[in-house]
């Protein structure tokens, strides 16, 4: 059975940083792309950033250049790390697996998703 469990989210001034975590378990991951997504509050969910299995990530322009992506195959985990936060990033944040290798494919499992919250 696969299981995605996100950890990591919390309380956070703007201008400060946060990491989030998401554990894998009960398929290989190191054969799927992986990926975060985040949804605020009454508005869809949006991609927010992926990594294929060469390690290669995409991120979306909202989240360019303040956060990062990452893979640790070994652990079965994908790691989000998030700079210069504002309040625009608060939101509900998932894991989610790939159908395939790329992020071009869809998505299949999910988490089932971390707070964030980012305020004075």
């Known amino acids: 059975q696969v299981h995605l469990v996100e950890s990591g989210g919390g309380l956070v001034q703007p201008g400060g940083s946060l990491s989030l975590s998401c554990k894998a378990s009960?398929?290989?991951?190191?054969?799927?792309?992986m990926g975060w997504f985040r949804q605020a509050p009454g508005k869809e969910r949006e991609k927010v950033s992926c990594?294929?299995?060469?390690?290669?990530?995409t991120d979306s322009d909202a989240v360019k250049g303040r956060f990062t992506i990452w893979r640790d195959n070994a652990e079965s985990a994908v790691h989000l790390e998030m700079n210069s936060l504002n309040p625009e990033d608060t939101a509900v944040y998932y894991c989610?697996?790939?159908?395939?290798?790329?992020?071009?494919?869809?998505?299949?499992?999910w988490g089932q998703g971390t707070q964030v919250t980012v305020s004075s």
């Open positions: 009960g398929f290989i991951m190191d054969l799927y792309a």
């Open positions: 989610a697996s790939y159908m395939s290798p790329e992020c071009t494919s869809a998505n299949d499992y």
């Open positions: 990594i294929n299995t060469d390690g290669v990530p």
